[in-house]
């Protein structure tokens, strides 16, 4: 599994060695003397160790003990009073001492309270925190645990043990010995309204699966802090604790200022409570350094990281943690480009860790190896640079350090599920940019073979990450580093004048890095679970998939408590999952193959059909890099990328909507100049156009290659990754047998029930077009026409066909049906959503009442997430509704639309729109396009003819330039 920034691994050590006797203090009795009680609580919550007054409250305890006066009451103050002296005494031997003695009192006495010698092994079980003994702290809870389920299973201590025992085995890393202990604890805390306990389970949950998949971590940290403040657990709304791990959390899944803002109010909450905690204190600063740098605000992370090593030296000098909070103000420093005083700092840091780290393969002394190289290549020490990225490398490896700067293992066989590279994959990708560096002020085409030569090997790493990652979010976020280190390959090689066989091989390498994310999610689904996990986690999959969609169309403002309970069972489902994947891992070295499939390919020319051209673009700051193929010929192109292309981009759009032909063949003429320069088509007849970032809201029909438009001689596809990985280039005629027809209508003025169904999704220009008087969906009356023309049509050519109009037209019909038909049409809203894509959808019903009769029906989304969960058998998939086919962009995602989801599903194509277009254009449009489909004519081809006629009739080019076909994968 990838691990988790250094914030993450800082966070797990504060949980586990803290100090919880606050757990305890609700189960002390202190019928024997409150006082004695009193004056040992006030003594642990003091922040100074005052070992003369502890060791006269301990004679009196201990004295009270032999006497068996009270014994349950005084062994707590007695514990207590050990905790105290192992933890804050910093003498963990004391403490172990004072509970054995405690034992053998107990001992001689024969004393038939078994509870008192639990209390004994679960005390022992906490000072072994203290002296890191993860393994000491399992097997006392544990052995207390057993001990007391069978003397008194209803003991107040029993949830204690239970949170204790989970977060025992998570420190050990032995997740799944420690999600035994969640499911009673939740049990308990149910059964008693133990909310604190509830809470605790969630929250220990989160924190530990925060090293495997970020994006589920946040779930369980959210529904922690939503308890907390709905059922008011002041213990934990007041515990700095629950905001660190809200912040590490959403410091991991990239949302940094919600992060800053839960360090914020840890700090606050800190300093109401515990004013006096400059340790603590000096965690929160570090925190709040690190969100500011991760949102590029670097003076200030300076500023916070300045406050948090100040309050670290006055604690402990150039302590191993100051030198930490040193290593990320270098790093902060390196991202402003003071590199005179980052090379001072990091060469600090850089020499402490080099000396005290016992393995120079840890995070600290690789990360320290990694700014130093930064620095020094900001001034320009390009070989001194280099060199330290050798030995972050070998180092890391165990291996002698070669002089040569460029060498590289064969990194390939150092592959091991058990191990984080994410280390050395930074190492080669900083390497690589310090040739490019190099490259731009000093061009030497001997680098380029170097340069090739540590992508292609810094690819098997991105690739064995892809295939052990557990969460989307990490996933989404390796192909955005793979995308932007691809750009930056493509711009090193422009600037050496690289071969062309040289940009072959980058091509190969470099193809893969758009739409990583479709791809890998589609080849890891494919082989994770068919046959590893076990039949209950694909129900249970299934089950999490349904209730997420309910979950959805509730607001935990509006129905807190329906909320709380279908998230509950939704985490619980989570869990479940999550510990199945750990038990049943995916075979990695099976992934891996089939995901390096494309890099390893023979030639830039598979996969290509005779007839076909393939256009690739990739913007990078600089540059637009063109990459031109057949299935005989490779020529790549690149110029300098202008700086006014997405405003002219946008201002075609808008000339195209206001209906200004004179305008819009202006804009097409210069785009097209930028885009086809020196390219010509070499008489094919398909083009597949790949486009990348806002050349996604291109309508290319439009466009020309060598002053001829493009419509003229070429039938269009568009592709969301590379020709390399086409699943198949044979028989590309349509698969023709059956047909499914969906058409909701909205023509009685249904109103909006959802309340999902709002202008967030959507724009407001867009949402103004869509939605009728604010109150209810705008009819669509041609759409029914559409389906029942194009029905009637299909059944007399001889296909199977369904036509599911009006109130029949429901997602749960969708989902029963869509999997067996060849062509599935659907007329209807589409509503996008760019903050969040997987909730863009098509607008269809849901009934609510099933009983004969009296069914009610509510507008509701076709999501694009839920589409994509869907096994869909369709040659086609046509989208007859408003801006199917674009949404937002992601770099090394692709576009994130609506029918994204339906090539996740398995679709082979898909028909979809760039824009809104009329409903009875669209029907007249859609019953020419089938027409021709009839006659035999590929999809491409039917498309640009029905195009071609519509231009011929006089139709605006707003009327027909929007329809685009997608292949799929």
Same mark, same amino acid.
């Given at each position: ?732 005629? =349509?698969? &023709? ?8 209508? %909205?023509? $009685? !003025?249904?109103?909006? @029930?959802?309340?999902? *169904? ?60 869509? =999997?067996? &038909? ?8 589409? %509503?996008? $959503? !760019?903050?969040?894509? @997987?909730?863009?959808? *098509? ?83 859609? *019953? ?42």
């Amino acid at each position: 599994m990838i691990r988790l920034p250094l914030i993450l691994l800082l966070q797990l050590i504060v949980f586990v060695s803290f100090a919880q006797t606050s757990v305890y203090k609700p189960y002390f009795p202190r019928e024997a003397d409150p006082a004695l009680w009193e004056e040992a609580w006030l003594l642990t919550e003091a922040n100074e160790y005052n070992a003369e007054k502890a060791d006269s409250l301990l004679i009196l305890s201990m004295d009270r003990l032999t006497q068996n006066r009270q014994p349950a009451a005084n062994l707590m103050v007695v514990t207590l009073l050990a905790d105290y002296m192992g933890s804050m005494g910093r003498n963990p031997a004391r403490g172990k001492e004072i509970l054995d003695n405690s034992g053998k009192i107990f001992s001689s006495q024969n004393d038939t309270l078994h509870i008192a010698w639990v209390y004994r092994h679960s005390m022992m079980a906490y000072n072994s925190v203290y002296t890191r003994n993860a393994a000491g702290i399992a097997t006392h809870f544990r052995k207390a645990y057993h001990v007391l389920m069978t003397l008194d299973n209803n003991h107040p201590l029993v949830p204690v043990l239970q949170y204790n025992l989970m977060q025992a085995f998570f420190q050990m890393r032995k997740v799944v010995e420690g999600f035994e202990y969640f499911n009673p604890l939740i049990e308990h805390a149910e059964k008693n309204d133990e909310w604190f306990f509830m809470v605790n389970a969630y929250l220990g949950a989160g924190n530990i699966i925060k090293f495997y998949n970020p994006g589920l971590s946040l779930e369980f940290l959210q529904y922690a802090f939503f308890l907390a403040n709905r059922h008011q657990v002041d213990r934990h709304l007041n515990d700095p604790f629950l905001y660190i791990s809200l912040g590490s959390a959403h410091t991991a899944t990239d949302h940094h200022k919600q992060a800053l803002e839960y360090y914020q109010e840890g700090l606050e909450t800190l300093r109401e409570h515990n004013p006096r905690n400059k340790s603590l204190e000096s965690s929160f600063l570090y925190y709040m350094g690190v969100s500011h740098g991760n949102m590029g605000n670097y003076f200030p992370a300076i500023n916070y990281l300045d406050s948090a090593a100040t309050l670290e030296m006055e604690l402990a000098g150039k302590s191993r943690n100051w030198h930490r909070t040193m290593g990320l103000k270098g790093k902060n420093l390196n991202f402003a480009q003071q590199f005179d005083q980052a090379q001072k700092i990091n060469q600090e840091v850089y020499n402490y860790f080099k000396e005290t780290t016992a393995h120079q393969n840890s995070y600290y002394f690789q990360n320290a190896s990694l700014e130093l190289m930064r620095s020094y290549a900001g001034l320009g020490e390009y070989d001194l640079a280099l060199q330290l990225g050798q030995e972050a490398i070998y180092t890391f490896l165990a291996m002698e350090v070669p002089e040569d700067l460029f060498v590289l293992p064969n990194l390939t066989q150092h592959i091991s599920p058990d191990r984080n590279y994410l280390q050395l994959e930074e190492a080669l990708y900083l390497k690589l940019d310090i040739m490019r560096q190099m490259a731009l002020e000093n061009p030497d085409q001997e680098i380029i073979p170097h340069m090739l030569h540590h992508f292609e090997t810094v690819t098997h790493f991105t690739d064995f990450h892809a295939s052990v990652v557990a969460s989307e979010e990490t996933l989404s976020a390796l192909s955005a580093r793979f995308k932007h280190n691809a750009n930056k390959l493509l711009d090193g090689l422009v600037v050496l004048e690289a071969a062309k066989e040289q940009m072959q091989e980058a091509y190969l390498l470099a193809a893969r890095s758009k739409a990583y994310l479709l791809q890998t999610e589609n080849i890891i689904n494919q082989y994770h679970g068919k046959e590893g996990s076990m039949m209950k986690s694909q129900e249970e999959k299934a089950r999490r998939a349904q209730l997420n969609i309910r979950l959805l169309d509730i607001s935990p403002a509006d129905d807190p408590e329906k909320w709380e309970e279908l998230t509950r069972e939704i985490l619980h489902l989570e869990k479940n999952i999550f510990v199945a994947d750990i038990l049943n891992p995916v075979e990695t070295d099976q992934l891996m193959q089939h995901m390096a499939s494309g890099r390893n390919a023979g030639s830039v020319n598979d996969n290509i059909r005779k007839d076909e051209m393939v256009i690739d673009f990739y913007q990078t700051e600089k540059h637009l890099h063109t990459f031109v193929i057949t299935d005989d010929s490779f020529h790549a192109f690149s110029r300098e990328l202008p700086g006014n292309l997405s405003e002219m981009a946008t201002d075609l759009f808008r000339q195209i909507k206001m209906g200004s032909q004179a305008n819009t063949n202006r804009l097409a003429s210069a785009i097209s100049e930028i885009l086809f320069k020196d390219i010509e088509t070499d008489r094919k007849n398909h083009l597949t156009i790949i486009p990348d970032e806002n050349l996604h809201a291109l309508p290319f029909d439009i466009l020309l290659i060598q002053n001829n438009p493009l419509l003229e001689a070429h039938a269009i596809s568009y592709r969301y990754s590379s020709h390399l990985y086409r699943t198949s280039t044979g028989d590309t005629s =349509p698969r &023709f047998r059956s047909f499914l027809a969906m058409a909701p209508v %909205f023509d $009685n !003025n249904q109103p909006l @029930e959802s309340d999902y *169904l709002t202008a967030q999704y959507t724009s407001e220009e867009e949402y103004r077009d869509i939605i009728k008087d604010g109150l209810s969906l705008a009819p669509l009356p041609a759409t029914l026409e559409e389906t029942e023309a194009l029905t009637e049509t299909l059944a007399l050519a001889g296909l199977q066909t369904m036509s599911l109009e009006r109130h029949e037209a429901t997602r749960a019909n969708f989902k029963k049906h869509a =999997p067996e &038909f060849d062509i599935i049409h659907l007329s209807t809203h589409g %509503f996008s $959503n !760019n903050n969040e894509p @997987e909730k863009s959808g *098509l607008a269809l019903f849901d009934s609510i009442s099933n009983e004969p009769g009296t069914e009610t029906f509510v507008t509701s989304l076709l999501k694009t997430g839920e589409i994509a969960t869907r096994q869909l058998n369709a040659d086609l998939v046509v989208l007859s509704a408003c801006k199917s086919g674009y949404g937002a962009i992601h770099k090394g995602e692709g576009i994130m639309g609506i029918s994204r989801g339906f090539i996740a599903a398995g679709a082979n194509n898909v028909v979809a729109s760039l824009w809104k277009v009329h409903d009875q254009k669209t029907r007249m449009f859609m *019953l020419t396009f089938y027409g021709y489909l009839l006659q035999g004519k590929e999809y491409a081809e039917a498309l640009r003819l029905t195009k071609l006629e519509k231009q011929r009739e006089g139709w605006l080019t707003m009327d027909w330039a929007g329809f685009i076909l997608i292949d799929g994968l």
